[in-house]
């Protein structure tokens, strides 16, 4: 198993362009996250799914669109990227039933944007 | 607004020598749950606490509850260079899945 994996690793944007991160997991979880980290400031949630078909605004939603493509994958995209969404994105799932709610972590997407 | 906050932000200390990381809030949380990130990962979890005063240990890590369910502490005992890394506290409110993280703890252990 692969658990959570997310591509690109690095990306570089210039202000305002477009981008997807893509976001997939095959552990069979119905719960997915996205979230930003920056330093000093722990991991904020953006988006997430709690099953297929779902999705709903996280703490910092503005700026971003969420897409759950099926119950493996979850794609976030930045329609027109500006310098404050330079941060590392990751992407997360959570194992179900949940009690306790512990998710399991992709490696990061570290996007830079000019 | 930060509804966890985890003390200290960083903390440089020799091989052998013990700490403690404290997460508190003033919002009372259905769990708690203690990651660890190393540079360039995603955060993995170390454990998770449900019950108030509950207390886990895990090796030379021990992480507790508080009774009210609003603040847990992470003790390393004898700590390690491969204990390096940052530490994330994070508390669950219900069974929604939804989490909120702590600043998080850098911690540097020098041989």
């Known amino acids: 198993n692969a658990g959570v994996t997310q591509t690109p690793k690095f990306q570089v944007l210039k202000t305002g362009q477009s981008m997807t991160l893509q976001c997939a997991q095959d552990?069979?979880?119905?719960?997915m996250y996205w979230y930003r980290q920056d330093p000093g400031m722990g991991l904020r949630l953006i988006y997430y799914?709690?099953?297929?078909?779902?999705?709903d605004k996280g703490e910092v939603p503005n700026g971003y669109n969420v897409s759950r493509l099926n119950k493996r994958e979850f794609s976030l995209r930045l329609e027109s990227a500006a310098p404050s969404q330079t941060s590392v994105y990751f992407c997360?799932?959570?194992?179900?039933?949940?009690?306790?709610?512990?998710?399991?972590f992709g490696p990061g997407t570290r996007l830079t944007v000019l | 607004t930060q509804l966890l906050e985890q003390s200290p932000q960083f903390l440089s200390i020799q091989e052998g020598e013990n700490l403690t990381v404290y997460c508190n809030s003033s919002?009372?949380?259905?769990?708690l749950q203690w990651y660890r990130q190393e540079p360039g990962e995603g955060p993995v979890l170390l454990v998770t606490?449900?019950?108030?005063?509950e207390v886990k240990k895990l090796k030379r890590l021990t992480f507790q509850f508080g009774d009210a369910r609003k603040d847990s502490s992470l003790h390393i005992t004898a700590a390690q260079p491969g204990d390096t890394g940052l530490y994330l506290c994070?508390?669950?409110?219900?069974?929604?899945?939804?989490?909120?993280f702590g600043q998080g703890t850098e911690l540097s252990v020098k041989p």
């Open positions: 606490v449900v019950t108030g005063g």
């Open positions: 919002s009372v949380f259905s769990s």
């Open positions: 552990m069979n979880h119905n719960s």
């Open positions: 799914s709690a099953s297929e078909g779902t999705t």
């Open positions: 994070a508390g669950a409110k219900g069974q929604g899945g939804k989490l909120i």
């Open positions: 997360a799932s959570r194992r179900d039933p949940g009690l306790g709610n512990e998710q399991f």
